[in-house]
């Protein structure tokens, strides 16, 4: 069949339904794996062809020719899970991280819309890399979640030693199916019996394994949260956890004798004073000294009105008063976003908005310190300001949580929850640093303890010092460059034409799915001193990806699902270091078909802008 050519290097699997081959490609610089196989979905495969993720092996190409389905895909330098477990010598803590990175990989899978089940969850589908980065291959057996209630969906695909019960016929396979071959995996994996999270563990892998997908994981963000609880006890054993209470308990009770005995000394030397007529200062003791006294200065304010809408891309940073039904002059909340680099609140700045059950005082450092008695307890503080999101680039905590994790919550306006991210047990104060995924505007922040272990709080503290958002600044410097100026450097498995306009745009008619037009950049950037990037570009209403380079063009992130309706600028969602020497552009299609008629796949690029730090200079 010649409609994928490739030349073949080495035969690796072949039998009467299905061969893989390490090959050849033409215009691709790495070698892959082709396998041609009879009966499998093709969907499943296009649907992987999207993902773009470090566990999840990369689909180059699918194509079809009769009941033949013919796919290129990532080759992966790596040994199997079973033959790697064989052949390292690892540690507890290092088996159950492996686990981790299963329920990483699986949880890509499982929240694709919609979710694909890979139903063949077993050692030799699993391939660990030379740098250790676990990845699930082998989608033969996989199917997409049907919502429809099946009594079953299945013919026994899979191996039967991994298989969940309802594989078997019994009922529709769903991610449970994954989550048990998953635990039947973990059981593989041996860790230490005696060890102090051995039970855990254990209990962990039976719920996992269970009969009844009822009483299994109803998810594997579940099943990772308890791994991590498991790798935190076998970092933290008991006698350590004990250790800090203690020790600091004993440091405690000798700053309290000593300050006992500096007090009695300071009260003789007092006395001693008075007995031979020293003068002593006299204190006032009708003073309220806890009340600011002072009188603030009149300031004339300028009465404006309330604005209905405040525009997304001119955001205001100076706070707008209006005049309320009394006639008296109100003053309302500052709404953040595009003007300010960093936003940084103490606790003494945030207004408590309710308190679920929770213990809190507010310390002289400026800190809050909360003292939890039961699970799932809450404390709610109201921000200054408005947060917008959609310009936040990250989120930095500084706390203080020995003895469990805690869970920073975000809200809106109604106090409807928008985001939330845990913040894990560590010793001593330090900042955490998030990357909330949200977009929404949040006017108040909870902090709640969630460690489902601890079923009495009563030694749980934490200590609470400051939030800072830090906000694209889209005034400071910025280096554009219009796309008519890029030096064209490749492009692989696409067809196009390409117009270039007097705007200095470039409209792209592509005729092949997947395909990725490659440009090198004038000069690089550094985006440890950029806030942001954003393309504008006309895709017509489709979906579009644009892609990041590094000197030798492999991938340094991607921005993907990118939708405009007319010429629009675009902030792409990037979290990336490094420098960058050239992008991509690809088109991004949920359904793909035949696209050689080029109407439905025009794309308008204009430029692309990184929006840098003020004061860069670029020394290249």
């Known amino acids: ?221 579940e099943l990772k949260k308890d791994l991590l609880k498991c790798i935190e006890r076998a970092k933290y054993p008991l006698w350590k956890r004990w250790l800090v209470p203690a020790v600091a308990t004993g440091v405690l009770l000798l700053m309290m004798v000593f300050g006992a005995v500096q007090q009695h000394r300071e009260k003789e030397r007092t006395v001693s004073g008075e007995l031979s007529g020293t003068p002593t200062m006299q204190v006032d003791n009708n003073a309220d000294h806890l009340t600011d006294q002072s009188q603030p200065t009149e300031v004339p304010l300028k009465f404006v009105t309330k604005p209905e809408e405040v525009s997304d891309w001119y955001i205001p940073t100076v706070r707008w008063g209006y005049i309320g039904e009394n006639g008296e002059y109100k003053v309302g909340k500052r709404l953040v976003g595009t003007r300010t680099e960093k936003v940084g609140y103490s606790c003494r700045d945030m207004k408590c908005a309710d308190a679920y059950g929770v213990s809190w005082k507010l310390k002289d450092n400026n800190a809050i310190s909360l003292d939890y008695h039961k699970i799932y307890e809450e404390l709610i503080l109201e921000l200054p300001d408005v947060i917008n999101m959609k310009y936040c680039n990250r989120m930095v905590v500084r706390a203080k949580n020995e003895v469990g994790d805690i869970t920073i919550i975000l809200y809106d306006e109604a106090k409807e929850e928008i985001g939330h991210v845990d913040l894990n047990k560590a010793q001593g104060a330090q900042d955490f640093t998030f990357y909330p995924d949200c977009e929404e505007n949040v006017e108040y922040i909870g902090f709640m303890a969630n460690d489902g272990e601890l079923l009495d709080y009563s030694e749980f503290k934490a200590m609470i010092y400051y939030v800072d958002f830090y906000m694209l600044n889209l005034l400071s410097s910025r280096t554009s460059y219009y796309m008519a100026y890029l ?12 117009n270039f306009k007097d705007d200095a745009s470039v409209t792209m008619n592509f005729s092949k799915v997947y395909g990725e037009l490659q440009l090198k950049l004038p000069e690089p950037v550094d985006m440890e001193q950029c806030d942001g990037v954003s393309v504008v570009m006309d895709t017509g209403g489709e979906a579009f990806t644009v892609k990041l380079f590094d000197e030798k063009f492999n991938e340094l992130g991607y921005s993907w699902d990118l939708t405009t309706e007319g010429m629009q600028e675009v902030l792409l969602d990037l979290s990336i270091k490094g420098t960058v020497y050239g992008i991509g552009l690809m088109i991004d299609e949920v359904n793909p078909g035949d696209w050689t008629d080029g109407n439905d796949s025009e794309v308008t690029v204009k430029s692309i802008s990184f929006y840098m730090k003020p004061g860069y200079k670029n020394e290249s």
């Open 1 to 221: 069949m010649d409609y994928m050519k490739y030349i073949t290097i080495q035969v690796i699997k072949k039998s009467e339904r299905s061969e893989v081959v390490f090959a050849a490609m033409d215009e691709m610089d790495v070698p892959v794996v082709v396998k041609r196989l009879q009966g499998a979905n093709p969907e499943i495969y296009r649907g992987i062809a999207k993902l773009r993720n470090s566990h999840i092996p990369r689909i180059y190409c699918v194509e079809e020719q009769g009941e033949e389905l013919c796919i290129a895909e990532e080759y992966i330098d790596g040994r199997t899970l079973d033959v790697y477990l064989a052949e390292e010598t690892l540690t507890d803590i290092q088996k159950m991280e492996l686990m981790v990175q299963l329920c990483e990989a699986l949880e890509v899978l499982h929240q694709c819309n919609p979710p694909v089940i890979h139903r063949d969850i077993k050692p030799s589908n699993i391939l660990i890399t030379t740098d250790g980065v676990l990845k699930i291959i082998d989608f033969d057996a996989s199917r997409q979640y049907k919502t429809e209630k099946n009594t079953s969906d299945t013919r026994l695909l899979g191996t039967v030693e991994y298989a969940a019960p309802e594989q078997f016929g019994y009922a529709q396979t769903d991610v449970r199916s994954d989550i048990y071959s998953a635990g039947v995996v973990f059981n593989e994996i041996k860790t230490e019996k005696d060890s102090s999270y051995a039970g855990g563990l254990k209990r962990l892998i039976d719920k996992c394994t269970s009969f009844d997908p009822e009483n299994r994981y109803k998810n594997v963000t």
């Open 487 to 498: 030096k064209e450097r490749t492009h692989y498995d696409l067809t196009y034409t390409k």
